[in-house]
């Protein structure tokens, strides 16, 4: 006989389902700003490189405020030097102070970040305390000019690039604070893709007319500037080693692989191996990314890295590597196996059938679920517009992947997304505070989009602001673990972003947490007994 | 060739005297690569003999060497009526009336004289390519790797088999064989989803044709679609238990698939079924290797290298026991492998992605 389907048996599957963590697509009340990256007929790369989004807390009012950086205009053919008018507003970048009602106002002119300057077609951020005077501040990457912002901690901000010796040139990308040499002053890393400039631009593709790939144009460095502490930087990009290694780099992470309590720098390169830049301690860093496994695929191919992300998956206390790539790539997915060692586990992970047919830019690995694994997350779409007409089985816009993490391996589940987007930058943070973490995206000639994540269980969380004092004040570098998770304290990685620098935690069903921090500055501490469900500044021991 | 066709001995007979010198210095200014005046001299010579068939040989062979193949028919086809034998007559009509493009006519003497290659060049200009095939064949045989006959071998194995399908799609079109044929041609073109349509096409009208799900299933590998790959390598392996390439297919989806295990047992069998193909040794040792078995992938990937000395197959075979063993703490090993990879990378060039 068969038994009858009960109200208590469907009842059952919907809690089962609503198990999942729901992303509702929210507009940003308040934010009408649209990433203008001014596509042309000459097909110019960098069109297809911008934005960065940064989620933080520019007046230290508890709720995370939103910077938008603008690509800029694009005549039909360029002048040399380029132009790229940035001075009318709709060209601007943009900050956007979130209100305690959940809406945004823009603060751009407020707050001195209005026309960032012609010459500069924006690309990314970067944030961090500098000067650790306890207010956040901004690094804008751009085709061009880099800039500083200081932030005044009046609601300003002042340019202070030229000052500070950070302007840099070319074409930047990601870029991510951290401190190197752990001397409480946070350094700067600046990605460079290639050097290219209207007057050597190509279209590639035949009569498809297309962008052309990476290896078109010649590889360049990245940039390395120490912070002296004083409000300049030293740029040693040479002296360090850092400039030994041309690559076509676009996306940055740190963390400290192994373990010998200096920051280490992971950059994915496109098109080619990806480099690992191990800290020597001394103030050089050595690229060892072949010699540790986690420069090609497991069968040796070279691959299309554009975001990253370098954050323990499995739990295992050490941080893992997930690189994203191009269709006919798989994500590359690899796991630190200690003793410096990576093995290319994107097959195992499950991240073959979840990644092989898809375009990945900003990536985060985070508990969406609350359920003590960090879940991936990934902003997708192919680099060139008219890649269906190519190869019709890809899309130039896509859904976003989310893969929820099961034991370390991923599985897909819903995003919430319904409608195809051309996405790049990915930011990850909990922007209603309320113990749920959310992504904003960016998408190319469209809004930011809101991924509101809904919760949807009974599952805890912990939310840890650190508060560096021999350390760098934002507690970059330090290495958390809670409750058998581990996160470098960090608000760089993804593609061209900057996440919020609170630590999530999710603790599914316990009620406490036992907090163990390694600050930068060598200090441990731990905490016992933490109730969930709560944000907590933790302030590192002046004495140890 | 040419300088093979020294004369010398018929211009001594030559009965009259006068154009026996005029053949000798003919003969005389070849050897002196003066090819006007061979070309003068050996035409006065057939001027005062004109039964002189070396002498009309010799002017054509004269006109061939300064690739005046128009200029060298008519002394040839005189050579020829006057000594119909001549095989050198004939070698040369044949490649001077087919560099003219008279391919029908240069077909009787090229084939008088054997000249396979010119011969297979005729036939396809005449379109027996049936017989071209035949010819080049035949020549490579004696001639292995040569880069002229390997291309019009392809070139009228190519124009036979279109001809083969135009006349099936003409004659047939609605049967299987002409959708697997147009898949087939999407296939190569890239374009998928017509492809996936015509084989579910065939695959309707025929579902037990073999060789339908495998390419339909690489129709879907090749857009990593692996779900749908597998489905269709499966039913292969169903349809064909005995195809090492439907195993080494089905073990590939499985292990794009994180399904070591059954990967494994796929490409083992394929490896029964047709020992040491390099390809399913590779996979293998992936496989393997996922699997955590460090012996077996070991084995599979140093077999590899046995077979592959200078391929990306050998390379990446490298690269792989590179990973083993620096996952085994085999530091030296690992570096070994990992400089050997290099090497190899060095030689032949990357990997290049999928």
Known sequence: ???????????????????????????LRGIDFILQNSPTPQKYLIETMPGGV????????????????NGGKIANTLHVPENFDRAAPRYWNRLYRQNRDGSFSDVTEAAGLAHAGNANYGMGVAVGDYDNDGYPDLFVTSYGKNILYHNNGDGTFTDVAAKAGVAGGGWSVSAGFFDYDNDGHLDLFVTRYMEWDADHSKICGGDWHTYCPPAAFPATTCLLYRNRGDGTFEDVSERSGIAAKKGRALGVAFADYDGDGFTDIFVSNDGMQQYLFHNNGDGTFKECALDSGAGLTSDGKGLSGMGIVFQDYDNDGRPDVIVTELPRELYGLYHNDGGGAFSYQSLETGLGTLTSGSSGWGVGLEDFDNDGWKDLFVAQSHVLDNVQQIDASLRY??????????????????????????????????????????????????????????????????????????????????????????REATSSGSYVCASDKRLHFGLGSAEKASVEILWPSGRKQVL????????????????? | MIQLLLFAWFAAQAANSSAAEHMRAGLQARQQHQADVEIEEFRKATELD?????????L???????????????????ALELSPDLPAAHQFLGYALLAQGYAAEA????????????????QIETGQLTEAVANFSAVLAKRPGDPDLLYYLGHASGLLSKNAIDTLLAAHPDSARAHQALAENYFVLRQMPQAEKEYQEALRLRPELPGLHLELGQVYASSAQWPKAEDQFRTETKLQPGSAEAAYRLGSALLQQGKPREARAELERSNQLKPEMPETLYSLGKAASLDGDSAAAEQAWTKVIDLEKETSLAAQSHFGLAALYRKQGKTTQAQHELQEFQKLQGAIGPPRSE
């Open chain 2, 50 to 58: 004109p039964n002189l068939a070396d002498a009309f040989v010799n």
């Open chain 1, 397 to 486: 816009k896509e859904l976003p992947l989310l893969a929820l993490n099961h034991n370390g391996r991923f599985e897909r589940a819903d995003s919430g997304v319904i409608t195809p987007l051309a996405a790049r930058g990915a930011a990850f943070g909990d922007i209603n505070n309320d113990g749920w973490m959310d992504v904003v995206l960016s998408t190319l000639g469209g809004p930011p989009v809101l991924l509101l994540n809904r919760g949807g269980s009974t599952n805890r969380w912990l939310s840890l602001t650190l508060r560096g004092t021999r350390s760098n004040r934002d507690g970059y570098g330090a290495r958390v673990r809670v409750n058998g998770q581990t």
């Open chain 2, 107 to 122: 077909i009787p003497h090229l084939e008088r004289v054997g000249a396979q290659d010119a011969l297979g060049i005729a």
């Open chain 1, 54 to 69: 940064a989620l933080f807390d520019y007046n230290n009012d508890g709720l995370l405020d939103i910077f938008l950086v």
């Open chain 1, 528 to 544: 016992n007994d933490v109730r969930g469900n709560q944000f907590l500044e933790v302030r590192e021991p002046e004495k140890p």
């Open chain 1, 1 to 27: 006989m068969v038994r009858r389907f009960t109200r208590r048996d469907f009842l059952g599957g919907a809690a089962l389902a609503a198990a999942s963590p729901i992303f509702e697509v929210k507009p």
């Open chain 2, 60 to 78: 054509g062979a004269a006109h061939m060497e300064k690739h005046d193949y128009g200029a060298a028919i008519a002394p040839l086809k005189r």
